[in-house]
């Protein structure tokens, strides 16, 4: 489907009124499943333990946000023919 063909489809659509287009859905998928928390400890005695290495690791950690406006636009349409 062309682009001026997809734009003619999606003005006929808004006046309709009858809920979002479907390709505007968003999707129903969890990124982070809650309960899924894995912890394992080890109780030893640490006060007299000795540090043989160090070691320093890089690692790659990714923060996203999402912003939401409201925007209100007059549109005047020209007399059609």
Known sequence: MGLLAS???F???LPLGDGADP???SVNETLM???????IEESEDLANATVVKTLNEKR???D???AVS???LDVNHPPGP
């Open 23 to 25: 390709i505007l859905q």
């Open 60 to 62: 790659v950690r990714y």
């Open 11 to 13: 003005g006929a659509h």
């Open 70 to 72: 409201r925007i209100e």
């Open 7 to 9: 734009a003619l489809e």
């Open 33 to 39: 499943p809650g309960g899924a928390v894995v912890t």
């Open 64 to 66: 996203f946000s999402v």
